[in-house]
C-alpha cells in the first residue's frame, strides 16, 4: 500500500548551507526531507553531524548566570536536539527524552496523586503492567483495564477519579487499535488527559496529538533507534505547562538519556521514513501469507482488511508498521516455541524495530508477568507469536517462516 504523506500544516526552519544561520519557510515538507533537515547544523563550527556533548556540567559566566546549560542531568545540548526534533515530529510543544521507555511511562504517571485512577488498554505493553501493577499500585494509583479498542467501554469506565487514560495504538502484541479521535472527544472537558503509547507506529505512520492526544509515549530503543544499539524513551507534550511538569520529573528522578545515546536516536531517525515505509510494505505481504497458511488461526495486522478496526487505522494511521502477532489452530506453546526456534532470518530475541528481523513467544518472554488468564481475556495465548518485520528482502523472510512451518509440521 503506497502513501505520500507530506506536512502542509508545517512552516519549518532551515539553516542554510553557511555557518550563519538563516531561516527559510518551506512548506508540504516531505517526511524525508524533514527528518534529516530538522536536524540542525552546529551553529558553533558547522558540523553536519550533531555534536556529542560528553560533559557533566558547564562553565559559567556568573553564579546562576549560564548559555542555557548549567548541568547535564538538568539539560544537555545534544539531548536538547533530540527532544526538539521529537516535538517537531509529533507536533507537540516539548519533549522530554529518557534513559528507557519505562522510565518515561514512569515520569507520567508521576503527574498523579494517591487516590488518582487511570484506565489502561488491556493488552498492555508487561514492562508497564508490572510497573503499574507491582509499583504504583501500591502507591495508591488504581489501575482499571478495559478493551479500549471499544469506545463504550472507556465511557462506562470513566468516574470522578479518572485521570488518565492510558493506550496503546496499534498495541502490543495483539495490534488492537483504538480511536484515538473518538476517545478525546468523549474526555473533552473532563479533566483527564490521553497519553498514547505511540512506539509501534512511529510519527511517521501516526500523530496521536493531531488526534487529541495531551502525551505521547515513545520507546525509543525502537524505530525512533532502529539499529537495536540503545535503550531510550521520549515523553511529547501537547502544551509547555505539561512539558514543563514532565521535565521537572525528569529532572527531580535523574532517569535522564545520555549524550552518546541521544545522538544515536538522532541518527536513526534521519532514516526513519524510509525504514517504516520499508517495515511496513513487508509486513503486509508477510501478514497476507500467514493469513492463508492452514496452521495459522489468527493474524493480528492492522493493514489486512479483515482487522477488526482496519478503517480506524486507516482513518488515523498512514502506514500500518512492522509488527505482526499470529497464533496457532493448535494452540500450545510447545508448537509455538519449535517454531521460533527453527527460523534462521528471525532471531528470537525481545525487543522490536531494528533493521534485523526477530520474533518471540510473548507467553513466555515480554507478557510473562501478566497472568495466563489476564494474558487470555486480551487475545494473548499460549502459542502467539510476535514478528518484527526487518529490513530483509520480503521473499526471503517468508521463506523462513514457510521453513520453520513445515519442519514442525512434519513432527
Known amino acids: 500500500m503506497a502513501f505520500s504523506v507530506g506536512y502542509s500544516d508545517l512552516d519549518c526552519l532551515l539553516s542554510s548551507n553557511s555557518t550563519k544561520t538563516k531561516t527559510k519557510t518551506i512548506k508540504n515538507m516531505h517526511n524525508e526531507t524533514f527528518c534529516i533537515q530538522q536536524i540542525p547544523v552546529d551553529p558553533l563550527t558547522g558540523s553536519i553531524s550533531t555534536p556529542i556533548y560528553a560533559t557533566s556540567t558547564f562553565v559559567q559566566d556568573a553564579p546562576g548566570v549560564n548559555r542555557g546549560y548549567d548541568y547535564s542531568r538538568t539539560n544537555n545540548p545534544t539531548r536538547k536536539v533530540l527532544e526538539d526534533l521529537m516535538s517537531q515530529l509529533e507536533g507537540g510543544a516539548q519533549s522530554s527524552a529518557f534513559a528507557s521507555g519505562l522510565a518515561a511511562i514512569d515520569a507520567v504517571i508521576k503527574l498523579l496523586s494517591v487516590g488518582d485512577e487511570v484506565i489502561a488498554v488491556n493488552d498492555i505493553y508487561g514492562g508497564a503492567y508490572r510497573l503499574f501493577t507491582h509499583v504504583y499500585t501500591k502507591l495508591g494509583i488504581n489501575f482499571k483495564y478495559v478493551d479500549t479498542a471499544d469506545l463504550s467501554t472507556i465511557a462506562q469506565a470513566i468516574n470522578s477519579k479518572t485521570k488518565l487514560i ?49 502525551l505521547v509515549i515513545h520507546s525509543a530503543t525502537k524505530y525512533l533507534g532502529g539499529h537495536s544499539d540503545l535503550i531510550a524513551g521520549i515523553v511529547v507534550s501537547n502544551t509547555k ?11 527531580a528522578s535523574g532517569g535522564i538519556l545520555g549524550p552518546f545515546e541521544s545522538w544515536l536516536v538522532i541518527r536513526g531517525i534521519e532514516t526513519l521514513p524510509l525504514r517504516i515505509q520499508q517495515h511496513s510494505n513487508t509486513a503486509q505481504q508477510i501478514a497476507e501469507y500467514l493469513s492463508q497458511h492452514p496452521l495459522v488461526k489468527n493474524v493480528y495486522y492492522p493493514g489486512l482488511k479483515q482487522h477488526k478496526n482496519h478503517e480506524i487505522a486507516q482513518k488515523q494511521m498512514r502506514l500500518f508498521g512492522g509488527i505482526i502477532s499470529f497464533d496457532l489452530v493448535n494452540d500450545q506453546a510447545r508448537q509455538a516455541l519449535q517454531i521460533v526456534q527453527s527460523t534462521k532470518l528471525f532471531k528470537l530475541a525481545e525487543s522490536l524495530g531494528g533493521a534485523k528481523s526477530l520474533l518471540c513467544l510473548p507467553s513466555e518472554m515480554t507478557h510473562k508477568s501478566i497472568p495466563r488468564e489476564t494474558r487470555y481475556q486480551s487475545g494473548i495465548t499460549d502459542s502467539l507469536i510476535r514478528l518484527s518485520v526487518g529490513l530483509e528482502h520480503p521473499e526471503d523472510l517468508i521463506a523462513d517462516l514457510a521453513s520453520a512451518f513445515h519442519f514442525n509440521n512434519k513432527k
Open 166 to 214: 492510558w493506550l496503546e495504538s496499534p498495541t502490543n502484541p495483539t495490534l488492537k487499535i483504538s480511536d484515538i479521535q473518538a476517545i478525546s472527544n468523549v474526555i473533552k472537558d473532563k479533566n483527564i488527559l490521553l497519553c498514547v503509547d505511540n512506539t509501534f507506529a512511529s510519527p511517521i505512520a501516526q500523530k496521536p496529538i493531531e488526534l487529541g492526544a495531551d
Open 241 to 251: 505547562e505539561l512539558g514543563e511538569k514532565i521535565h521537572f520529573n525528569q529532572n
